[in-house]
């Protein structure tokens, strides 16, 4: 089935830079829609950016506008999520999801089918 693998992840000063990678197997990046979610201890899981199957539409959580950027290379089967400025509020496992039906819930966890296991962010001084 399809499984898709988390990269990126690690220790970074506030104010700093991290760029996340999400790599498929098993699949046609074409027909999937890719979200980016984050888990900080104690907390839900929240959607923290979408993008369409080919890149055409994107979507962010308030808290991570004008910081945070997806993008996607299907040839190479990858999403990234560009993390700039970061904040110790974005400390969180992140995690990537694929989906075939969106419909107008991009940021909701129940749309997504298929998840990685994560990667851990940890913005600290």
Not at 2 to 15: D, I, K, M, T
Not at 83 to 92: G, Q, R, V, Y
Request: include cysteine; proline fraction near 3%; hydrophobic fraction near 30%.
């Amino acid at each position: 089935q399809l499984q898709l693998v988390e990269s990126g992840g690690g220790l970074v000063q506030p104010g700093g830079s991290l760029r996340l990678s999400c790599t498929g197997s098993r699949f046609n990046p074409d027909y999937y829609d890719i979200g980016w979610f984050r888990q900080a201890p104690g907390k839900e899981r929240e959607g923290v950016a979408y993008i369409s199957n080919r890149g055409g539409s994107t979507m962010y959580v308030d808290s991570v506008k004008g910081r945070f950027t997806i993008s996607r290379d299907n040839a190479k089967n990858t999403v990234y999520l560009q993390m700039n400025s970061l904040k110790p509020e974005d400390t969180a496992v992140y995690y990537c999801a694929a989906a075939w039906a969106v419909k107008g819930r991009e940021l909701h966890r129940n749309t997504y089918n298929y998840w990685g296991q994560g990667t851990q962010v940890v913005v600290s001084s």
